[in-house]
């Protein structure tokens, strides 16, 4: 069983910067695409951002000009840095992992609270 961990979540403020981690316990080269999604209650899960297995990168909604993923293959990691964070980017975040199969694999998430 594949497992995801996220680490690097806490409480921050306005315009302060966070960097997520995500420890995959197998070769993420092998994995097609990670990604780091997000949840606030009540809403669907929406992703933030993604990385492929050949390094392409895509960001969505307002992370876009904020936040950066990037893969750490040699730790089996990948990582997302988080610039000019605001109330709105408080949630719980995710990191999944799909695979050429598309089977998905999610972590168990850790939470981001920005205050005013």
């Known amino acids: 069983q594949v497992q995801l961990t996220e680490s690097g979540g806490g409480l921050v403020r306005t315009g302060e910067s966070l960097t997520l981690s995500c420890q995959v316990s197998?070769?993420?080269?092998?994995?097609?695409?990670l990604g780091w999604y997000r949840q606030t209650p009540g809403k669907q899960r929406e992703l933030v951002a993604r990385i492929t297995n050949s390094g392409g990168t895509d960001y969505y909604g307002s992370a876009k000009g904020r936040f950066t993923i990037s893969r750490k293959d040699a730790k089996n990691a990948v990582d997302l840095e988080m610039n000019n964070l605001k109330p709105e980017d408080t949630a719980t975040y995710y990191c999944?992992?799909?695979?050429?199969?598309?089977?998905?694999?999610w972590g168990q998430g850790t939470q981001v609270t920005v205050s005013s």
């Open positions: 197998e070769n993420i080269l092998n994995i097609q695409t």
């Open positions: 999944s992992a799909l695979w050429s199969d598309y089977s998905r694999y």
